[in-house]
């Protein structure tokens, strides 16, 4: 390992502290996922996402430890693994206790024969099988991850973004008012707690959350339930209310001004319908039973087919093959089940399960970064602040 790839501080890094430091980063004891807290529960306590992980431990042995907020805990998982296991079992031991009776219907050809002559067409059978379903889980896998990555980055990065050039251009170029600048952190915030409580069949306690939160006044959270529609996108247009407001009051200098923040609000109505188009329109229902139901279909014969070969090899007292065929049942329909489990999770990271998005972390972060573009507004360098005034 070249010293150029192990990370380090700066040149004077003795390379064996890099090496240990890198060594530790990926077998160390410290976890491999950073556990946030997202929205209480219906019951009052708050549920932990996982909002960032360590990709090294993953790449490493430790791999094999990392089980808190993989799909290793959904229980899902491990019933179907047991079902799966159960009908492995029932046919090898069914192989196992008949495998000298005659076949009915022909002269003479035992069990054992017959499976000796249908190996292989059982193999390959079981081989065709594994590789169609693999390449239709890859595209369904690249839909759900490319789904999921555009409500990620052109949804909530969409709404931080508009939120920030809103920030940013209002503070340095129209008002300083507080009132303003903290409502518009405010609506962009809400604007994405509305999400997460739409999806998880919130709605009726919107009032009560958002209020406590501290996104809305009693009146404003009044206001927003007097037309009670797609509110998470609608309250975008009290980002545009602001801006009219501000250009009648004459505080907006010029008109190519009003349109850049107008066209600000619009980005940020248009990041929430990314985010809503994804989430009411999935992924074409035929396409998504006919791959389900394929890999079932695929985990069941491989169960049959490879039950029935380990019964044979288990009374063959082959313990190798028992082995290949042991191993080949558990791992092939685990991965595949995995993978299933791991897109119905993507296609909703607001619905309350483990994988959501960490959106009390989000909201925290659009607070704070709003709030340091107003300040980085208020404390210019010298040599600028009095060119510069800001306006009241």
């Given at each position: 390992?070249?010293?150029?790839?192990?990370?380090?501080?700066?040149?004077?890094?003795?390379?064996?502290?890099?090496?240990?430091?890198?060594?530790?980063?990926?077998?160390?004891?410290?976890?491999?996922?950073?556990?946030?807290?997202?929205?209480?529960?219906?019951?009052?306590?708050?549920?932990?996402?996982?909002?960032?992980?360590?990709?090294?431990?993953?790449?490493?042995?430790?791999?094999?430890?990392?089980?808190?907020?993989?799909?290793?805990?959904?229980?899902?998982?491990?019933?179907?693994?047991?079902?799966?296991?159960?009908?492995?079992?029932?046919?090898?031991?069914?192989?196992?206790?008949?495998?000298?009776?005659?076949?009915?219907?022909?002269?003479?050809?035992?069990?054992?024969?017959?499976?000796?002559?249908?190996?292989?067409?059982?193999?390959?059978?079981?081989?065709?099988?594994?590789?169609?379903?693999?390449?239709?889980?890859?595209?369904?896998?690249?839909?759900?991850?490319?789904?999921?990555?555009?409500?990620?980055?052109?949804?909530?990065?969409?709404?931080?973004?508009?939120?920030?050039?809103?920030?940013?251009?209002?503070?340095?170029?129209?008002?300083?008012?507080?009132?303003?600048?903290?409502?518009?952190?405010?609506?962009?915030?809400?604007?994405?707690?509305?999400?997460?409580?739409?999806?998880?069949?919130?709605?009726?306690?919107?009032?009560?959350?958002?209020?406590?939160?501290?996104?809305?006044?009693?009146?404003?959270?009044?206001?927003?339930?007097?037309?009670?529609?797609?509110?998470?996108?609608?309250?975008?247009?009290?980002?545009?209310?602001?801006?009219?407001?501000?250009?009648?009051?004459?505080?907006?200098?010029t008109d190519q001004l009003l349109r850049t923040l107008?066209?600000?609000?619009?980005?940020?109505?248009?990041?929430?319908q990314c985010i809503h188009t994804h989430l009411a329109?999935?992924?074409?229902?035929?396409?998504?039973?006919?791959?389900?139901?394929?890999?079932?279909?695929?985990?069941?014969?491989?169960?049959?087919?490879?039950?029935?070969?380990?019964?044979?090899?288990?009374?063959?007292?082959?313990?190798?093959?028992?082995?290949?065929?042991?191993?080949?049942?558990?791992?092939?329909?685990?991965?595949?089940?995995?993978?299933?489990?791991?897109?119905?999770?993507?296609?909703?990271?607001?619905?309350?399960?483990?994988?959501?998005?960490?959106?009390?972390?989000?909201?925290?972060?659009?607070?704070?970064?709003?709030?340091?573009?107003?300040?980085?507004?208020?404390?210019?360098?010298?040599?600028?602040?009095?060119?510069?005034?800001?306006?009241?």
């Amino acid at each position: 390992m070249s010293a150029r790839r192990l990370p380090k501080d700066n040149e004077g890094t003795p390379l064996m502290d890099s090496l240990v430091t890198h060594v530790k980063k990926a077998y160390g004891n410290d976890t491999h996922a950073k556990l946030v807290e997202c929205l209480p529960k219906e019951d009052g306590r708050l549920s932990s996402v996982v909002a960032d992980y360590e990709p090294l431990k993953f790449s490493s042995f430790r791999v094999f430890s990392a089980i808190q907020g993989t799909i290793l805990q959904d229980y899902i998982l491990a019933v179907e693994q047991l079902l799966i296991t159960l009908l492995f079992v029932f046919c090898a031991g069914l192989v196992y206790v008949y495998f000298d009776h005659d076949v009915k219907g022909t002269e003479g050809a035992s069990i054992r024969r017959w499976l000796d002559s249908q190996e292989g067409r059982m193999r390959d059978f079981a081989m065709i099988m594994t590789m169609l379903a693999s390449l239709l889980l890859s595209f369904y896998t690249a839909m759900a991850v490319g789904r999921w990555w555009a409500i990620r980055c052109a949804g909530v990065g969409g709404i931080k973004s508009a939120a920030m050039e809103l920030e940013m251009l209002i503070s340095w170029q129209v008002t300083q008012e507080p009132q303003v600048l903290d409502a518009i952190r405010r609506y962009a915030r809400a604007s994405l707690f509305l999400v997460f409580l739409w999806r998880r069949q919130r709605m009726p306690e919107m009032k009560d959350v958002l209020m406590q939160q501290g996104l809305l006044t009693d009146q404003e959270a009044k206001a927003l339930l007097s037309w009670n529609h797609v509110l998470h996108e609608t309250i975008w247009g009290w980002q545009s209310a602001i801006i009219c407001t501000l250009y009648r009051e004459g505080k907006i200098p010029t008109d190519q001004l009003l349109r850049t923040l107008l066209e600000r609000c619009s980005d940020g109505r248009k990041a929430i319908q990314c985010i809503h188009t994804h989430l009411a329109v999935k992924i074409p229902m035929q396409y998504v039973h006919l791959l389900c139901f394929l890999v079932k279909m695929h985990n069941c014969i491989l169960a049959v087919i490879m039950g029935a070969l380990f019964g044979a090899a288990l009374r063959n007292a082959e313990i190798i093959i028992c082995v290949q065929l042991g191993g080949r049942t558990l791992i092939l329909p685990l991965l595949f089940n995995a993978i299933l489990l791991i897109n119905a999770e993507l296609a909703d990271p607001f619905d309350g399960g483990p994988t959501d998005f960490p959106v009390l972390a989000y909201s925290a972060a659009l607070e704070k970064d709003g709030s340091s573009f107003v300040k980085a507004s208020q404390n210019q360098p010298d040599w600028m602040a009095g060119r510069n005034p800001l306006p009241v």
